[in-house]
């Protein structure tokens, strides 16, 4: 083991753990990879049955406005009472949720908000440049779409909702273009007719498939010589200020130099071990895969007044994005990804629904909807990469990268202090 100024710095040869097999754990893992490091990645479920498999897929790089915006608060109310809203809250979650929300609330003033958002676009900045490290042969590079991401809105109001947070989004270096219904037609033929007002979003892209682009790139990850364990992580033996290994639930010890959490929600379970009181909440979010749907979209689409997206993909329509707080309860409510099924009947009535597929993924989120990338001042070989939110997919190679960063102790090129562990 190599050591800078007392903290563990990784070297080839050396032998990296990975908690947590997700779009985040596998593009830690492949970066630690390009530094030379023999990684294991342990993760209960298979390759690409994780949260980021049930989003909309989107690499949303100009997604830097936390959801925390001005006048979230009158709106909690309705959440509770309407179930059939974009956004819901279970009552009987309320109480173990009021510390979240309080913290939550805290970040919508527009002062923190412009704090928040400057130090999101300077990784959303990176989203593409850090994927092109893992993605660069053709079959690998044609998992994204190469194709913008559009907002449409039942009227002139939901432009003018976005108006304000896309100047700072200009400010901040991601465009839009607001677009009239021809202009939504000539775009997307399928919507002809049914949108007269929409936002263009230039630079965001979308996969080709969720599920396989996690796939993919665990197979890369395992043909450089990577191991992948299906196993759950009771906890870490430590000696001193140091993990010297993982213990699985089965009592098996895996030994290693270096350690990385990157298990979203599941991270919960080290944070006493790890020395961290990191308020992280689970969200749910859910989804409806439609097979042979019998529509065709080019491009991924946020319907803003409904609450969900299209995305065209491989495996069939992917339509989503309800969420739900639930508290710690695990117990999902498929009825909201039938209401999202139901809502896009009525943008599509054509569309072919014999064959529908549900799941719900559940989003590590934090109250100012930045994610922890940092260093465990407990066991200083342990790195956490952990609260993306509703941005694991978008983040996930720049996150890997900076990990990466940590791990060698080479000085980013990106401030770390906004995405501490300890700033809570």
């Known amino acids: 083991m190599n050591t800078i100024s007392g903290k563990p710095t990784a070297a080839a040869g050396e032998h990296a753990v990975i908690v947590g097999g997700g779009i985040v754990g596998v593009c830690c893992a492949l970066y630690l990879q390009r530094e030379g490091v ?81 130090s999101m676009a ?29 907002q449409v809105f039942d009227s002139p109001a939901g432009v003018d909702s976005e108006r304000e947070h896309n100047v700072l989004r200009k400010q901040l270096g991601f465009a839009s273009q607001i677009v009239n219904g021809d202009e939504i037609a000539a775009l997307e033929p399928t919507l002809a007719g049914k949108f007269n007002h929409g936002i263009v ?42 993990a010297t290994a993982v213990v699985l639930n089965s009592g098996e010890n895996i030994s290693a130099d270096h350690f990385v959490v990157s298990s979203g929600i599941g991270a919960r379970r080290f944070f006493n071990q790890l020395g961290i009181n990191v308020p992280l909440q689970p969200v749910a979010g859910y989804q409806a895969v439609v097979k042979n749907p019998g529509v065709s979209l080019n491009h991924s689409i946020i319907y803003g007044d409904g609450g969900f997206c299209f995305t065209p993909m491989t495996r069939g329509l992917q339509i989503g994005g309800t969420i739900e707080f639930a508290g710690n309860s695990t117990q999902p409510n498929f009825k909201r990804a039938e209401l999202i099924l139901a809502k896009a009947r009525k943008v599509l009535p054509q569309m072919n629904t014999q064959e529908v597929e549900f799941g719900v993924g559940y989003r590590p989120l934090l109250p100012d909807t930045k994610p922890v990338i940092d260093r465990s001042a407990t066991l200083s070989n342990v790195l956490l990469a952990i609260g993306h939110g509703q941005l694991g997919l978008t983040l996930g190679a720049v996150t890997g990268r900076l990990i990466a960063d940590l791990a060698v102790q080479r000085n980013s090129d990106i401030n770390l202090a906004p995405f501490s562990a300890y700033r809570f």
């Open 201 to 242: 979003l230039p630079q965001w892209r979308f996969v080709t498939d969720t599920e396989g682009f996690i796939v993919a790139l665990t197979q890369r990850f395992l043909a450089k010589g990577g191991k992948r364990i299906k196993a759950s992580v009771s906890h870490f033996q430590q000696s001193g200020q140091r």
């Open 38 to 118: 023999d990684v294991t990645l342990i993760d209960p479920a298979d390759a690409g049955e994780s949260t980021a498999k049930w989003s909309c897929g989107q690499l949303s790089v100009g997604e830097i406005i936390p959801l925390s915006k001005p006048g979230i608060l009158t709106k909690i109310p309705g959440w509770m009472l309407d179930q059939t809203g974009p956004l819901a809250l279970r009552p009987q979650a309320l109480p173990g949720l009021i510390p979240w929300f309080m913290r939550f609330l805290g970040n919508a003033r527009h002062s923190r908000i412009e704090d928040i958002a400057q």
């Open 122 to 150: 300077t990784l959303t900045r990176r989203v593409f440049d850090d994927y092109a490290q893992l993605l660069d042969e053709p079959e690998l590079q044609a998992l994204i779409v190469n194709r913008p991401v559009m």
